[in-house]
T-cell receptor, first 114, second 114 residues
Framework: DAKTTQPTSMDCAEGRAANLPCNHS???????VYWYRQIHSQGPQYIIH???NNETNEMASLIITEDRKSSTLILPHATLRDTAVYYC???????????????FGKGTHLIIQP | DAMVIQNPRYQVTQFGKPVTLSCSQT?????MYWYQQKSSQAPKLLFH???????NEADTPDNFQSRRPNTSFCFLDIRSPGLGDAAMYLC?????????????FGPGTRLLVL
């Protein structure tokens, strides 16, 4: 799986959009970009994933650059409950060998300030 | 509404005393995973079951074993816990194990070794 690089921590004001960057310059053509988050003392929670096109769901938007070497997770109106560690994970669409787990990097600790 | 359940949330054991952590799921998913998360680190996959097939990660110590008696339940056995095994243990499921699928995590069991 391609390696990802994320800032260690970020601050964002409550009510503003939180933009979390992720670099994945060695991504290959069949690898997806996934985002999970982990609120303190809880298990990770799936947010969104994409391959090439930008994606949006009820939680967030995912913007992937045209060359797919980086992406940005956008939380449009951040709340205090969005304070968490956000993990960007790049993984093959299908490993072909059965089930596979996720390889987590260090993630970004996002702190939403009141 | 709980989908992946881990009990207890906190487990204390003594150095060298075998301990078992439990996970159950109401999703009827084929795949169940166990991750270890040490303090201030990202989750690390230990092993997973695809149905009844057990798949161990290459660097998972022999001290860690797992059992899956049926679709709903999966257990993590630590035969002789050391101080270095103190961590959060996360159970997760996915429907078929394809990487494009969402993984659903439980809240975790925090293990303390005295």
């Amino acid at each position: 799986d391609a390696k990802t690089t994320q800032p260690t921590s970020m601050d964002c004001a409550e009510g503003r959009a939180a933009n979390l960057p992720c670099n994945h310059s060695t991504i290959s053509g069949n690898e997806y970009v996934y985002w999970y988050r982990q609120i303190h003392s809880q298990g990770p929670q799936y947010i969104i994933h994409g391959l090439k096109n930008n994606e949006t769901n009820e939680m967030a938007s995912l913007i992937i650059t045209e060359d797919r070497k980086s992406s940005t997770l956008i939380l449009p109106h951040a709340t205090l409950r969005d304070t968490a560690v956000y993990y960007c994970i790049v993984s093959l669409m299908y490993s072909g060998g059965g089930a596979d787990g996720l390889t987590f990097g260090k993630g970004t600790h996002l702190i939403i300030q009141p | 509404d709980a989908m992946v359940i881990q009990n207890p949330r906190y487990q204390v054991t003594q150095f060298g005393k075998p301990v078992t952590l439990s996970c159950s799921q109401t999703l009827n998913h084929n795949v169940m995973y166990w991750y270890q998360q040490k303090s201030s680190q990202a989750p690390k996959l230990l092993f997973h079951y695809y149905d009844k097939d057990f798949n161990n990660e290459a660097d998972t110590p022999d001290n860690f074993q797992s059992r899956r008696p049926n679709t709903s339940f999966c257990f993590l056995d630590i035969r002789s816990p050391g101080l270095g095994d103190a961590a959060m243990y996360l159970c997760a499921t996915s429907r078929e194990g394809h990487r494009q699928e969402t993984q659903y995590f439980g809240p975790g069991t925090r293990l303390l070794v005295l």
